[in-house]
């Protein structure tokens, strides 16, 4: 089966070469992966751009492959290309995203790594029950901590909103709908009174997917939207957020070493 080209990643087994990778860096934005490959990898090659979902594979530095693939936007594009990768050989997924504070001191400009998920999210109840945990890896956050470190990149280590819509789920109201749902008036302020840090759209149906299949994940997002000040993003920002969680999400990749059992 996974001999084979899969339905929507574009790319089998038999695409990722002599030395595989069992690490992938997994970014919304095509162009994310894109530069992924491109900025920090060598021998690089580009495996498919079927629906939109680019996805390439080259090597670290310290000669380790690595996998640098698009999920799309939002948990059911996420939970299709993730059982894909899982089909592949992939062990280990770095969900390398953008997000919104809903606390003041999360600034922007600075990354969020995600310890757990508050789940929000239709796709993720397909996968299991919602009282499941959607919680990263341990041992994966520890690694994605250590690189912030050593790299001297602001973080901030916590919970994460993971939801399924940018607008209405993330209580903005300049947008085209300006009723919200009742059960959504007052979420945010809500979320940041239980010291939740941000919003974002995947990570939850990331960690349950994780703990369902038995693979590792983990989530670093920079931080594009204070949500204490405004709705928009600050695009001058945007690519120094972007770039900070890329460069901490290679860095984790590149020291992974897979704990002893």
């Not at 089966?1 to 790319?11: C, P």
């Not at 059982?83 to 050989?89: K, R, T």
Request: glycine share 10%.
């Amino acid at each position: 089966m996974t001999d084979a080209k899969l339905y929507h990643i574009g790319f089998g087994k038999n695409d990722l070469g002599e030395q595989p990778p069992t690490i992938a860096l997994l970014s919304g934005d095509p162009e994310r992966a894109r530069l992924i490959a491109q900025s920090y990898l060598h021998s690089v090659r580009l495996l498919s751009e079927n629906r939109g979902l680019n996805s390439y594979v080259g090597i670290l530095p310290n000669g380790k492959a690595l996998l640098s693939a698009t999920s799309g936007m939002g948990a059911p594009s996420t939970s299709i290309v993730v059982n894909e990768l899982i089909q592949v050989g992939i062990r280990l997924i770095i969900r390398v995203g953008t997000c919104g504070s809903i606390q003041e001191h999360v600034s922007v400009g600075s990354i969020v790594i995600t310890s757990a998920a508050l789940c929000r999210q239709g796709a993720a109840n397909d996968i299991a029950p919602v009282e499941y945990p959607a919680a990263a890896d341990p041992f994966v956050t520890v690694a994605l901590v250590e690189a912030a470190r050593e790299l001297k990149v602001k973080y901030h280590l916590g919970i994460t909103a993971s939801v399924d819509t940018f607008y209405e789920g993330q209580e903005r109201t300049q947008s085209v709908n300006r009723h919200l749902l009742r059960s959504l008036r007052g979420v945010t302020e809500e979320y940041r009174s239980l010291n939740v840090l941000n919003y974002e759209m995947e990570c939850g149906t990331l960690f349950k997917m994780a703990g369902v299949y038995g693979f590792r994940a983990g989530c670093v997002c920079g931080v594009v939207a204070q949500r204490t000040v405004g709705e928009e993003v600050i695009l001058g920002q945007k690519d120094f957020a972007t770039d900070n969680a890329i460069k901490v999400a290679v860095q984790a990749a590149q020291h992974w070493k897979e704990p002893e059992a």
